[in-house]
């Protein structure tokens, strides 16, 4: 049981991260068709921050957990 519920985390944080990606994908693909967010560098900070986070939950799961 232990495994099965460190791959779901590890699911988790990888489709966290795979959304984000494309959301940053979007705003550099087509930056003045989002019209609600008009700092598009400060949108993009958002999602790398988030990308961020849910990388080091994986580095964190590999580091300590996985054996």
């Known amino acids: 049981m232990k495994y099965e519920i460190l791959d779901a985390l590890r ?3 990888l489709g966290h991260i795979a959304k984000h990606r494309a959301n ?3 705003y550099l ?4 068709g989002i019209g609600e967010h008009s700092d598009i560098m400060e949108a993009i900070e958002h999602e790398l921050a988030e990308m961020s986070k849910y990388h080091d ?3 964190v799961l590999d ?3 996985y054996e």
Not at 29 to 32: E, I, K, M, S, W
Request: no cysteine; proline share 6%; aromatic share 12%.
């Open 24 to 26: 940053v994908e979007v």
């Open 63 to 65: 580091e300590y957990f």
């Open 57 to 59: 939950q994986l580095e």
């Open 11 to 13: 699911a988790h944080a």
């Open 29 to 32: 693909a087509n930056p003045v």
